[in-house]
């Protein structure tokens, strides 16, 4: 009969969880999306409303587009730029101050606690 024996341990490529991403992988959809709309919202407006002459325009949209498009290309933290808005704006709208008494905190300023006298 047929000796040879079967491994059912398959090799899993690199670019499996590549699936939803763009570039090869490189970029998620998500990311790629919110960067479009953030970079044609800040923009339009250099580039339409705002009036400068070219060479300005140039150095103005440079500065302030390329940064904001790789910061949302990249994501923050494992997520996308507006996911980490949103977390910011979770924590200031439900964070708690904690209190914590102080040492002699009962006292009133400059006086000081009679001690009480033990009965002998």
């Known amino acids: 009969m047929d000796d040879k024996e079967y491994s059912n341990?398959?090799?899993?490529?690199?670019?499996?969880?590549?699936?939803?991403?763009?570039?090869?992988?490189?970029?998620?959809?998500?990311?790629a999306v919110e960067a479009v709309l953030l970079l044609s919202a800040?923009?339009?407006?250099?580039?339409?409303w705002i009036p400068?002459?070219?060479t300005i325009r140039v150095v103005v949209m440079?500065?302030?587009?390329?940064p904001l498009g790789v910061v949302a290309v990249m994501g923050v933290d494992g997520g996308s730029l507006f996911?980490?808005?949103?977390?910011?704006?979770?924590?200031?709208?439900?964070?708690?101050?904690?209190?914590?008494r102080r040492i002699g905190h009962g006292r009133k300023k400059g006086k000081k606690v009679k001690a009480k006298k033990q009965r002998a």
């Open 9 to 31: 341990v398959y090799a899993i490529p690199a670019n499996y969880t590549d699936s939803g991403k763009l570039f090869g992988g490189m970029v998620d959809t998500r990311n």
């Open 42 to 48: 800040v923009g339009a407006p250099e580039l339409f």
């Open 52 to 54: 400068m002459s070219g």
């Open 62 to 66: 440079t500065v302030t587009l390329i």
């Open 83 to 100: 996911q980490y808005i949103g977390h910011i704006l979770r924590f200031w709208s439900h964070r708690r101050k904690l209190h914590f």
